[in-house]
């Protein structure tokens, strides 16, 4: 099924944006597994819409409602079932699109492939509300991982031209910690300043605006991940590129390395406390698809909005003529900044599936 992943940790997520609820259903957590529901709601919050000016008014709680898995606060080892329902869903203002498609979204292609019977107000099953429940599983991943000396943390790289400082070599979790805490998650506050700025710009045009993501994942061994198509890099896009709007996945030094010589990208190998490691990290901490030992870092490219109050080319798909579309409703003007805790979330639960393979 498209809307699983994970090989010893099953995740499925279901449900669409205007639907009653949309969850997961988290398939092989090992029982016993304490779960904090204070800090993962915490960690839902970070994403949830409706909480300042930069992002869509939809109001949702985000609270998610357990079916099973977790008795006590405790995993049980039955398949983990949690709903987050919908509550201020605007259907109607999707009415008109229903035979027009609006550009950059997945409506056009969704009409080809199921014939038009796909439910796409507020996007459907396309929609970045289906974040939410990855978030559920990303942010009782993060948990697990912790108490195994795993941290995984991230923050706003760019916003359109605005760029933040970058991650030190060798982050901790304490800065995780510290962007986690943040209302706009950026290492420099006035670099994020300058990203707000350019958000707010493009929402008075009634445009949208994108941005990239660093994430890093410290406390690795070595070792993990196989080699070829079962590598690390391969295992994390497949799910990085499931979140809605990511087009860009580059893990170190990435699409730069391309400017380098080889005797600049290669990290040289040294021993540093009785370990070997590497001198510098242009690799991302994994080589042949396999963990070095060092932070594994990577970036995720997040398209602008697609759905803005400009005036866009469009057909009608009944009359089978061109149609000027205009979308109205409530959207985010920039949603890079929301999905920083969806990148954590994504790269949890792939790090967790991995390490529970051994």
């Known amino acids: 099924m498209s809307s699983e992943f994970g090989n010893r940790l099953r995740v499925s ?12 259903v988290i398939d092989g957590l090992p029982a016993g597994e304490a779960i904090d529901l204070e800090e993962l709601q915490r960690f839902l919050e970070r994403r949830a819409p409706g909480r ?3 992002s869509t008014p939809r109001r949702e709680t985000d609270e998610p409602r357990f079916l099973s898995g977790l008795e006590n606060g405790l995993t049980c080892g039955a398949p983990l079932c949690a709903v987050l329902e919908n509550r201020d869903q605007h259907s109607s203002d999707y009415d008109a699109l229903r035979d027009v498609p609006r550009p950059g979204h997945a409506d056009y292609t969704a009409w080809v492939k199921w014939g038009g019977r796909a439910d796409m107000r507020g996007g459907g099953h396309f929609s970045g509300r289906l974040t939410a429940p990855l978030c559920v599983a990303g942010g009782i991943a993060k948990q697990i991982l912790a108490r195994r000396g795993v941290f995984v943390g991230a923050h706003l790289a760019s916003v359109g031209p605005e760029d933040d400082a970058a991650f030190p070599p060798e982050p901790d979790a304490a800065l995780f910690a510290a962007m ?10 006035a670099a994020g300043e300058r990203m707000r ?11 949208s605006v994108g941005g990239v993501i660093e994430c890093a994942a410290v406390g690795l061994p070595a070792g993990i991940g196989e080699p070829m198509f079962g590598g690390m890099e391969s295992r994390l896009a497949a799910v990085l590129f499931g979140i809605p709007a990511v087009k860009g996945v580059e893990f170190g030094a990435g699409f730069s390395a391309a400017r380098l010589r080889g005797s600049q990208n290669n990290d040289p190998f040294c021993l540093r406390d009785g370990q070997v490691r590497t001198s510098s990290n242009h690799a991302g901490g994994i080589l042949g698809g396999i963990t070095n030992g060092m932070p594994l870092t990577l970036r995720a490219a997040v398209k602008p909005t697609p759905s803005i109050a400009k005036p866009q080319q469009s057909v009608s798909l009944s009359r089978m ?35 529970e393979e051994g």
């Open 13 to 24: 997520i279901f449900g669409q944006s205007h639907g009653s609820a949309v969850g997961v």
């Open 52 to 54: 300042n000016a930069l």
């Open 180 to 189: 986690a805490a943040k209302p706009f998650p950026v290492l420099d506050d």
């Open 197 to 207: 700025a350019v958000i707010a710009d493009a929402a008075r045009e009634g445009d």
């Open 321 to 355: 003529e061109p149609a000027e579309l205009t979308v109205t409703g409530r959207h985010d003007p920039c949603i890079a900044h929301r999905a920083v805790p969806v990148v954590e979330a994504a790269v949890a639960a792939v790090l967790l599936d991995l390490l």
